[in-house]
């Protein structure tokens, strides 16, 4: 999941960022920035949504949906290879961005020197080094391929300069935080599905099956969901450490609902990997008892809503998907 991606690269990032002495706030603009990056490699699932087309049920559509998706997914963006070379091309990118900056007291027009920008050498080493992999996956993968690529460019690029924009991060900033997001991924993949095209487009596999935590499919599923769920946990720890927040202090006790989705080890059919859909969407429903009153608030009135809300819904929800996930395994394990 795309999320869990992008939350284990933003603590990871914003946490060391503090421990080596970063302001609260610098560690923040760069965990976002690695986290937005590391979420990127998932935009080649766009393709997936034609899979709906022909889909007659709910399972058959999440099932024709997954199918689409992985003609190309965990393969051209999930690459170590691509990962660095797109890295590299964003660090040219935005150092002909700040060279742009620089030169804004030169009495250019706006529209001239973003011209200039675009046509000095390091932003048209970026633009090639980019259009050169678009081209390759075209020539690999075919013309989805390439449209992925692009995808994944354009994806890349925009969050650089929202980085470089709203979080003042520099070239090196950008290119550090791109590659722990770009190479961190691939990596979060090999518990899940088919693992990813790591070397791509080279035909070499760096790893050709993926990791099993235990024999049995079904505690093998649980066991990677959990996985996620720490990831979650410790970004939201981090981010609350960054805020000066308590974590505890945001867990309504309605979180312990989620002990009720331990009834459903006796409707649900076990789940694995490959079957994972009815287990996965409804143990995440659970999480509504943390929103659920946030819906009502804002029903009665929008001023009613702040930053405390929100983070209290997504502790409370996570915290009842944790439970819920908890008490499903003990049934499990007991039937």
């Not at 520099?170 to 899940?192: E, M, N, Q, R, Y």
């Not at 805020?243 to 059919?269: C, E, F, M, N, Q």
């Not at 076990?270 to 819906?295: C, H, I, K, Q, W």
Request: proline share 4%; glycine share 10%.
């Amino acid at each position: 999941m795309f999320v869990g991606h992008a939350l284990g690269a933003f603590a990871t990032v914003a946490g060391g960022a503090r421990l080596v002495g970063c302001s609260r706030g610098r560690s923040l603009a760069l965990g976002a920035s690695a986290g937005a990056f590391a979420a990127a490699p998932d935009v080649d699932i766009l393709y997936a949504p034609v899979g709906l087309a022909e889909a007659s049920g709910v399972a058959d559509a999440a099932e024709s949906f997954w199918s689409a998706g992985n003609l190309v997914h965990r393969a051209v963006t999930h690459s170590l290879v691509v990962g660095t070379v797109v890295a590299v091309a964003l660090w040219f990118w935005t150092r002909a961005r700040s060279g742009e900056t620089s030169d804004r007291s030169d009495g250019s027009l706006p529209n001239i020197r973003r011209l200039r920008s675009l046509l000095n050498a390091e932003s048209g080493g970026a633009l090639l080094a980019l259009g050169g992999l678009v081209a390759v996956a075209g020539v690999v993968s075919g013309p989805l391929g390439a449209l992925v690529m692009t995808a994944f460019a354009l994806t890349s690029l925009a969050i650089a300069e929202l980085g470089a924009h709203y979080g003042d991060l520099g070239p090196k900033a950008i290119l550090v935080t791109a590659l722990i997001g770009f190479i961190s991924h691939p990596f979060g993949d090999l518990f899940t599905g088919e693992p990813p095209h790591m070397l791509y487009p080279f035909a070499t596999r760096l790893v050709s099956e993926r990791i099993v935590l235990t024999a049995d499919p079904t505690l093998h599923l649980l066991g990677s969901f959990w996985l996620e769920l720490l990831t979650i946990w410790l970004a939201a720890i981090v981010y609350c450490e960054l805020t000066d927040r308590s974590p505890t202090s945001y867990i309504h006790g309605r979180a312990t609902l989620g002990v009720a989705y331990a009834v459903a080890a006796l409707a649900v059919p076990a789940p694995t990997v490959d079957s994972s859909y009815e287990f996965v969407f409804s143990v995440l429903a659970v999480g509504a008892v943390g929103p659920a009153p946030l819906v009502r608030r804002l029903r009665r009135s929008r001023r009613a809503i702040d930053a405390e809300n929100v983070l209290t819904a997504a502790l409370t929800g996570l915290a009842a998907v944790t439970l819920a996930s908890i008490a499903y395994a003990a049934v499990y394990l007991v039937l």
